[in-house]
Every structure is written in structure tokens, then in C-alpha cells.
């Protein structure tokens, strides 16, 4: 057995490609291949030991049958010496590869533990902005605390109405199709969220889609997607929406272990993130997908779920938490790199590249990529939903409940 010192990563570059994305994460991530190596060095190890092991039972045999042999009743026996003679070259045959074998999962995890002192380095260098970061949360929770205080930012419960809906659409299982429907959704009205139940022949599937921050109001209104509904994600783990959420998929016929994927623009990928983690839903559903654009995100755990994050470059919104999304192997963020297209000044909201059409258009360039990570991530999607599947849609609208002391909350709903 022969190596080369060098083990070369699948060479995908993060620079822009012909379909104006770049990937950090998944099955093709550096972090995943280099995790990959660590787990075959140590099999490579497993391996060697066991294979010492029947080399010590070679020569174990060996030396019992020559002890045989050095009798008197069997020491003309031409077979008997042709037998140690074989024992003798597979020993040979087995320490050879042994030793290979053991210097081979010794370089990988030389390299392994290299690319580990080169990522805490890295991690070291970033200490200061992380500390930079912990200050200015620090003082953002101070600023919510004092704003909670005169109930401006404070959550709470949530109202669940059920309303009419069509008995069926089509849901397109693809990432341009999943975000399709927050398009769809955002014109039926604020505080609306929807689930769509797609059954496929091995059960199943439900899917529920969260629209993005509506309207424009500085405090809490009966509507918790307005703007203060990112307090209730940042800070309260979104678990008023996730009940809401529980309820829904209960409403909509979800039973226990049933499949659930979540899909959320802005304000709802927060949600959407925060929801995968709520001990009710895991512990009810399965969590198959996440999906995500234009959210800061990279702050939440990762779930048993795959997720799916787009971003766009020139999008300030997913980068206030300021840190980026996991690298693993089940998390893959792809960040759209194509100039957004400009719109008229009255429309422009938080930007451009934040508006939920640039992401819309990414979507399709991200349907359309051979990249590994986003075919892996993808195919999750496929399998589990399937290409224009019928679904039953089932609509519901949320809304904050009176505060504790009796106080009714201000009706703004606008979108913004």
C-alpha cells in the first residue's frame, strides 16, 4: 500500500461561480471532508487492531504446528512444513499491511489535527469581534428589558384562527417553490401563516410557511409579525409562535412522528430556526427541512433537520446577529452573489437585496447548481415532498392576545 503525503479537499471554490452563489457547508464543505478523514483515520486504527490480532493468531498457529512437526510421529510430513511455510508468508503479509496501515490513519490525522490548530487560530483572531458582539447583546437585552417595562417589546400569547382556504393546491418541491408561497401568503393579509399538508405513499408531509416582518410599528401591535415580533425570536426563542405553530399542525391533522418541514422569509426564518429546537414540535413531529432566506440565523443551534439558509451578499438583515451559520454537514448556507435588481424608492424597505423577489430569482439559481452540499440538501427536499405534489392548505391567522394586566394591543397589521 502506497500514499502520497498530501490529501487535497474536493476543490469547490467559495468565489462567485457561473450561477452567481457561493456554499459554505453540507457534504461538500471543507469542515465535512476534514470530519470525514478524522472518522476513516480512526476506522483505519479500528482496523489495524483487529488485523494485529489475527496476525498474532497466525503466529500462535505457526509455532503450534512446528512444535507438531518437531515430533517424531509426524516429522517427515511434507504437508505439515508446507503449511508453516504459508503461515509464515501471510504473517509476512499481514505485518506489512499492518504497519501501512497504521501510518496511513496516522498522516490523516496529522493533517486532521493541523486543519484543527489552523480553525482555532482563526478562532482566536475572531475573539475580539465575538467579544465586540457580546457587548453590544449585552446591551441590547438592557434595551429590551427597559422597553418590556413599558410593554413596547414584551410578547405575548397568541390567538389561533382557522380560516377558509382552498381544499387544494400544487406545492413544487424545490426551494423556488417553498418560498414561492410566502409570496402568495403575503397577499392574503398580515398575521397569516399557512399549512400545507402534501401526502406522499410513505405518509405525510407537512409544510409550514411563515411570512416576514410586516409593517412598521415601533411597539407591540396585535400583529406578531410587526417589527417587534424579532424580539419575541431573538429573545424568547419564538416560543409564542411556536405554540401557535404546534396548534396548527394539530388543526391540520398532523399526528404524532408525522413529517414537518418549516419555511421562513426574515422575520419567519428566525422563527422557522427557533421552531426546528422547540422541545413541543421535536418532540411530536420529525423535522425534516428548514429553509430560510434573508435571516439571522447564525446564532441557533442546529436540529436533526437539514437546513437550507440563502443570503444574499449585499443583504445587511442576516448579518445583524453578527456571526455566520454553522458549518456542518446537515446546514448549508448559500450566498447569492448576483446584483439584486433596483426597485422604486418608495419600496425599498430595508434594501434591495433583502426584498423577497432577489431571493426568489436566487432560489432558481440555487434549483439549478451541481454543487454537492446544495444537490444533498436538495434531494432531501425532493425525496420527501416530491415535483408538483397536490397539498391541502390550511390558513391561519395569529394574533397577541390582551397583555396580563388587561390591556387590549394596538391594531396595526400593515405590511411593510
Known sequence: MTGTPDLVPIPFSQSRGPDGIAVRGGVGSISFQWSELGHGAHLLGVLADELREILHQCGDLQWRLQMLLNSTEVASDPIGYAAVNALDGARAALSSCDAEMRDTAQRIEFCRLAYAAAEAMAQMAAGAVHAGVGMIEHDLHRLIGTANAGHFAEPTPLGLDRLPADTTITVDGTAAGLLQRIDSLDAEGPGIFEV?????PDGPVFVVVLPGTQGTAAVATDNPFDPTGIVEAVHYDSTFVAD?????LAESGASRGDRVMVVGYSQGGMHAANIAQDPRVVEDYSLELVLTAGSPTGREASGDATYLHLEHADDWVHQVDGTANPDEHNRVTVTLEEPAEDVPASEKGLGPAHKLPTYLAGAEAVDASVHPSIVA??????????????????????????????????????RD
Not at 436538495?378 to 388587561?406: M, Y
Open 196 to 200: 400545507l399538508k402534501v401526502q406522499r
Open 244 to 248: 401557535a405553530v404546534h396548534r396548527a
Open 377 to 414: 440538501t436538495l434531494g432531501v427536499v425532493g425525496t420527501t415532498l416530491g415535483r408538483r405534489s397536490p397539498a391541502q392548505r390550511h390558513v391561519f391567522r395569529v394574533r397577541r392576545l390582551p397583555r396580563s394586566d388587561g390591556t387590549a394591543l394596538p391594531d396595526r397589521q400593515g
